[in-house]
């Protein structure tokens, strides 16, 4: 049974993070062409937020063990050197610098590092990325994974065949067909020249459906806040961590007559693996790295499936929070001004993200929550808020948003099939109204969720870079717009038949809450 609020667990299958709520970072500048990369024109935020200062009184108590921070200054030598001088003098040790956008990740035992590193002459802000000491889920699908049964694969390869289809699964793949993905890639698969780096919970680039299209070079481990690249470091740590490998094969998938097809089997797809593996979770040091990372490798797009945790919302009335929104938010600028386009998941709360206030009583979720009231305007979910990241909804087979979807008018970009396995049943012939792709170990499975919708927004991205690779990421997502199909706001949203409706759709035809700019069109994309 799938639940929208379904309950987060320590190992995959993965969190639903059906609690994430997500509002677009407000700004008073054109996106992407005037950002800046220092955090001085984000508003102060009037919230209730725990401070992750907690976990320094607990270290106090015990025996200290070490937390992780990010410390965020300016990026030349002279400030760089001072800093890390600060950091040493403060029992601090220094992990990783990124001098390109002068974000230092730091270890430390020190319970008071953090209050007495963001007095240090040249740091612009600092803070704790976790509240849970470092010991010696962080995506978007709701539900457990559904595998692909002997019996369901024999039935479908059937149908497929009967039905002229080019891969042996693609009878159940009526999410390509609705975004038109099967006919485009008789026209245009994309370009092995483009790549779209998964980062996630890992890649199984040993799938006979990845494999053809894996870009091992431009693939690492971000896991501790630095890139190892070293054979494998990319893949899951077991086959319960699924989650980037399904994702994967929905973007790009081969043509190759084994299994199912991607949004772009021409394309190249890459693995940064940011999942910790104690818990599953991504926190924003790995997070980090893993921008700096596909920048520096010229990856053209990304795909995140997930947000930054500890917190659902950071809030920037709080060192630590505000911290974490600085460093992550100028690694994700050094990656759009390199050339990359990033897409999120909107969440799968099926909140109104322009509301006034929301509560949020998962943060942290790596030690305890506490139960909170924000301001989704004023309190952020990184990376989804991000000036120039593109927030992309779900829908299922009937092109309606899916039950469980966070939406919002002027928050949501676009949409694209996440799955509905609740109220939109495909005519396909296993009739699961989620979304069928890969998995670790050669098997497939069906999941559902604004993690599913992201890849397949990005796989049309894909294309269209493919078809105009000197486009720049804000040119790109202005096209990603434009090819979108919006159905307008429905009349009624009462999906349960109670008489009262599920979510209340505000904008017009051409731009909405549910739809964003509308549903995306690969078809449309390649022509």
Same mark, same amino acid.
């Given at each position: 049974?799938?639940?929208?609020?379904?309950?987060?667990?320590?190992?995959?299958?993965?969190?639903?993070?059906?609690?994430?709520?997500?509002?677009?970072?407000?700004?008073?500048?054109?996106?992407?062409?005037?950002?800046?990369?220092?955090? @001085?024109?984000?508003?102060?935020?009037?919230? $209730?937020?725990?401070?992750?200062?907690?976990?320094?009184?607990?270290?106090?108590?015990?025996?200290?063990?070490?937390?992780?921070?990010?410390?965020?200054?300016?990026?030349?030598?002279?400030?760089?050197?001072?800093?890390?001088?600060?950091?040493?003098?403060?029992? @601090?040790?220094?992990?990783?610098?990124?001098?390109?956008?002068?974000?230092?990740?730091?270890?430390?035992?020190?319970?008071?590092?953090?209050?007495?590193?963001?007095?240090?002459? @040249?740091?612009?802000?600092?803070?704790?990325?976790?509240?849970?000491?470092?010991?010696?889920?962080?995506?978007?699908?709701?539900?457990?994974?559904?595998?692909?049964?002997?019996?369901?694969?024999?039935?479908?390869?059937?149908?497929?065949?009967?039905?002229?289809?080019?891969?042996?699964?693609?009878?159940?793949?009526?999410?390509?067909?609705?975004?038109?993905?099967?006919?485009?890639?008789?026209?245009?698969?994309?370009?092995?020249?483009?790549?779209?780096?998964?980062?996630?919970? @890992?890649?199984?680039?040993?799938?006979?459906?990845?494999?053809?299209?894996?870009?091992?070079?431009?693939?690492?481990?971000?896991?501790?806040?630095?890139?190892?690249?070293?054979?494998?470091?990319?893949?899951?740590?077991?086959?319960?961590?699924?989650?980037?490998?399904?994702? $994967?094969?929905?973007?790009?998938?081969?043509?190759?007559?084994?299994?199912?097809?991607?949004?772009?089997?021409?394309?190249?797809?890459?693995?940064?693996?940011?999942?910790?593996?104690?818990?599953?979770?991504?926190?924003?040091?790995?997070?980090?790295?893993?921008?700096?990372?596909?920048?520096?490798?010229?990856?053209?797009?990304?795909?995140?499936?997930?947000?930054?945790?500890?917190?659902?919302?950071?809030?920037?009335?709080?060192?630590?929070?505000?911290?974490?929104?600085?460093?992550?938010?100028?690694?994700?600028?050094?990656?759009?001004?390199?050339?990359?386009?990033?897409?999120?998941?909107?969440?799968?709360?099926?909140?109104?993200?322009?509301?006034?206030?929301?509560?949020?009583?998962?943060?942290?979720?790596?030690?305890?929550?506490?139960?909170?009231?924000?301001?989704?305007?004023?309190?952020?979910?990184?990376?989804?808020?991000?000036?120039?990241?593109?927030?992309?909804?779900?829908?299922?087979?009937?092109?309606?948003?899916?039950?469980?979807?966070?939406?919002?008018?002027?928050?949501?970009?676009?949409?694209?099939?996440?799955?509905? $396995?609740?109220?939109?049943?495909?005519?396909?012939?296993?009739?699961?109204?989620?979304?069928?792709?890969?998995?670790?170990?050669?098997?497939?499975?069906?999941?559902?969720?604004?993690?599913?919708?992201?890849?397949?927004?990005?796989?049309?991205?894909?294309?269209?870079?493919?078809?105009?690779?000197?486009?720049?990421?804000?040119?790109?997502?202005?096209?990603?717009?434009?090819?979108?199909?919006?159905?307008?706001?429905?009349?009624?949203?009462?999906?349960?038949?109670?008489?009262?409706?599920?979510?209340?759709?505000?904008?017009?035809?051409?731009?909405?809450?549910?739809?964003?700019?509308?549903?995306?069109?690969?078809?449309?994309?390649?022509?």
């Amino acid at each position: 049974m799938d639940h929208s609020h379904a309950p987060r667990s320590s190992r995959s299958p993965r969190p639903s993070r059906s609690s994430r709520p997500r509002r677009r970072l407000a700004l008073a500048v054109p996106v992407v062409l005037s950002l800046t990369a220092s955090l @001085g024109f984000l508003p102060a935020a009037a919230s $209730a937020a725990p401070r992750a200062g907690a976990a320094a009184e607990a270290a106090r108590a015990g025996d200290a063990p070490s937390l992780a921070y990010v410390v965020n200054t300016k990026t030349d030598h002279r400030t760089i050197a001072s800093v890390k001088r600060a950091i040493a003098e403060a029992d @601090g040790s220094v992990v990783a610098t990124y001098q390109k956008i002068g974000v230092i990740v730091v270890h430390s035992a020190n319970p008071g590092f953090g209050e007495r590193i963001r007095k240090a002459r @040249g740091v612009q802000s600092a803070g704790a990325t976790r509240t849970a000491p470092l010991t010696a889920a962080g995506t978007t699908d709701e539900g457990a994974a559904r595998m692909l049964t002997g019996e369901q694969a024999a039935r479908t390869a059937r149908a497929s065949e009967a039905a002229g289809a080019g891969e042996p699964l693609e009878a159940d793949q009526w999410d390509l067909r609705a975004i038109g993905a099967d006919k485009a890639a008789k026209i245009n698969p994309g370009s092995s020249r483009v790549t779209v780096a998964v980062i996630d919970t @890992g890649v199984d680039d040993t799938h006979p459906d990845l494999a053809p299209n894996f870009s091992a070079s431009q693939s690492a481990n971000c896991v501790g806040g630095k890139a190892d690249t070293s054979e494998g470091a990319w893949r899951p740590y077991t086959a319960e961590d699924y989650h980037g490998t399904h994702v $994967a094969g929905e973007i790009a998938a081969a043509r190759n007559g084994i299994g199912v097809a991607g949004v772009a089997p021409g394309v190249k797809v890459s693995s940064i693996k940011v999942s910790d593996p104690d818990n599953g979770l991504f926190y924003p040091e790995n997070v980090v790295c893993a921008f700096m990372f596909a920048a520096d490798r010229g990856v053209e797009i990304t795909n995140n499936s997930y947000y930054v945790d500890p917190w659902l919302y950071n809030c920037m009335d709080d060192p630590d929070q505000r911290a974490i929104v600085d460093a992550v938010n100028r690694a994700q600028l050094y990656a759009q001004r390199k050339g990359t386009l990033h897409l999120a998941s909107a969440g799968n709360s099926n909140h109104d993200l322009d509301a006034d206030a929301i509560v949020d009583d998962s943060s942290p979720n790596d030690t305890t929550p506490v139960t909170r009231t924000i301001d989704p305007h004023e309190c952020f979910d990184v990376p989804t808020q991000l000036p120039g990241i593109v927030t992309v909804s779900a829908t299922g087979v009937d092109e309606e948003k899916s039950y469980y979807s966070t939406y919002g008018n002027g928050v949501v970009d676009i949409a694209a099939p996440g799955g509905d $396995a609740r109220y939109q049943i495909p005519d396909t012939p296993s009739k699961n109204g989620r979304i069928l792709s890969t998995m670790p170990n050669n098997e497939y499975a069906w999941l559902q969720g604004t993690s599913m919708a992201s890849p397949h927004a990005a796989g049309v991205a894909a294309l269209l870079k493919s078809k105009h690779p000197w486009a720049s990421p804000a040119q790109l997502q202005w096209l990603l717009k434009a090819q979108a199909d919006n159905p307008g706001c429905p009349a009624s949203y009462d999906q349960d038949g109670d008489g009262a409706q599920d979510a209340t759709c505000e904008g017009g035809k051409r731009v909405n809450g549910f739809y964003g700019f509308g549903i995306v069109n690969a078809l449309r994309a390649v022509k």
